[in-house]
């Protein structure tokens, strides 16, 4: 038998055999320090930086070594990357002139949060792996709960309760899960395939991909003109059929803690499940998607996704302490009103058409069918429209399609947005109109 030492392996010479120091207090809160100026400077410089990314498809394969190193880079090194390759490469949904898809709103309360989030890594699968990360996440939605005004049916405080997911995918597929099991269990899984699942004609992509994933059928019957369903009505259909009713209030509903908008969940304890993204207008950064469900059997089962480990819940909380009810209301009103004051300037061009009522803070809107001219030549103009208003990098915009009508989207909800961003964006977009219409 050999020597013991014979099934080591030796390290190569040029590699110090000493054990590296990876998580060394002192230099964290140096680079910390640091990582944090650089973000405090991305933010004040953002309106700096093209609205959209100008990168073409491989851009940064091209910028970036083809093997990660074999020796430490200096951190900033890696920043200097960061700030040369990778932020070409983003499109700035913090900057003010972005009023695409929907908001992506953040503040300082929710990067503390963050820092807290990612600092523990507590583990929160179970209770016992870190307490207080489940009995946190019970706050918060029993606080954003009495905020929305919800049903007792839907607190911890009462007979339901809820979970912080990422994402409205997540909450959608959770929930579509357990409402499967609940049919199949009276049913049989035999007759899985006989499962329908019924949506709006305008419900969020997501929501036929976890349909897809939980094997049900989908029927069709308002995400992208934030189109709302008239939750009672719905309700008392669905629950004399015995059906499961779920309300995706992804963004609008964030508006329901404002008293004017509570009506839109009127109805709401007549449903089983709800859910909605406090990152889109409450301040949170990405990954804070909230969902309530009532309680069945006697427990919550089925309701997380699996993943629970993260102090997510930290990000809301320090944001609902540190601006209190009052200010997320007005913050909400402000870019509603900003939305409004952007829909008085579409409708003051007679070249332009509001297509959908403004409702929350997003206006949709195109240019006029031109006389002589048919519905797919109208479609093209409005893409062109769209297309040169992003490449100018001043102003971002998106589009949607709703009943074979091709419209732009202004969506108002950006942190630092401000009116004079509203009036800058119009300026760019009436310009644009100038030059396409002058083309005939």
């Known amino acids: 038998m050999g020597s013991p030492t014979s099934n080591f392996i030796t390290a190569p010479e040029s590699l110090d055999s000493k054990h590296f120091n990876h998580l060394n207090p002192e230099d964290l809160r140096t680079k910390a320090h640091k990582a944090v100026d650089f973000i405090a400077d991305y933010y004040k410089n953002i309106e700096s930086y093209p609205v959209g990314s100008q990168a073409q498809p491989g851009y940064l394969k091209n910028r970036l070594p083809e093997t990660p190193p074999d020796t430490p880079e200096s951190f900033d090194t890696i920043l200097k990357d960061v700030q040369n390759d990778l932020i070409p490469g983003i499109t700035h949904f913090l900057s003010p002139n972005f009023f695409g898809y929907f908001p992506a709103s953040v503040s300082s309360a929710a990067f503390i949060g963050e820092i807290l989030c990612t600092g523990f890594n507590a583990n929160g699968f179970k209770w016992i792996g870190s307490p207080a990360v489940t009995e946190l996440e019970m706050v918060v939605m029993d606080w954003l709960g009495v905020m929305l005004k919800l049903p007792k049916s839907f607190m911890f405080s009462g007979s339901g309760g809820g979970v912080v997911h990422s994402t409205t995918s997540e909450a959608i597929l959770s929930t579509i899960v357990v409402a499967r099991d609940r049919v199949l269990n009276e049913i ?39 189109a709302v369903d008239p939750v009672k009505d719905l309700a008392e259909v669905a629950n004399k059929y015995n059906i499961w009713v779920h309300v ?148 971002y915009l998106t589009h949607t399609v709703v009943a074979g009508i091709y419209m732009l989207r202004f969506v108002v909800g950006a942190t630092l947005t401000e009116e004079g961003h509203v009036i800058n964006a119009w300026e760019v977009i009436r310009e644009m109109v100038n030059t396409i219409v002058n083309e005939f």
């Open 188 to 226: 049989g899984i035999e007759n899985i395939g006989k499962l329908v699942v019924y949506g709006s004609d305008q419900t969020h992509s997501t929501y036929k991909k976890a349909c897809k994933i939980a094997e049900a059928d989908v029927e069709e019957g308002t995400t992208s003109t934030t």
């Open 248 to 395: 995706d209030g992804a963004y609008g509903g964030n508006a329901c803690i404002c008293p004017e908008y509570r009506p839109f969940l009127d109805g709401i304890e007549k449903v089983d499940s709800l859910s909605l993204s406090p990152h889109k207008w409450l301040l949170c950064y990405t990954e804070c998607c909230c969902m309530w469900r009532v309680r069945l059997d006697g427990e919550l089962h089925g309701l997380a996704s699996g993943d629970v480990a993260r102090f997510r819940p930290l990000r809301l909380w320090f944001v609902l302490r540190s601006y209190g009810v009052a200010n997320l209301q007005n913050h909400i009103r402000s870019d509603v009103q900003m939305a409004i004051t952007f829909e008085r300037l579409v409708k003051s061009d007679v070249r332009l058409e509001i297509v959908v009522p403004q409702r929350f803070s997003l206006v949709c809107f195109r240019l006029k069918q031109l006389n002589g001219f048919d519905s797919s030549y109208t479609e093209s103009l409005n893409k062109k429209l769209l297309e040169r208003v992003n490449s100018t990098g001043r102003v």
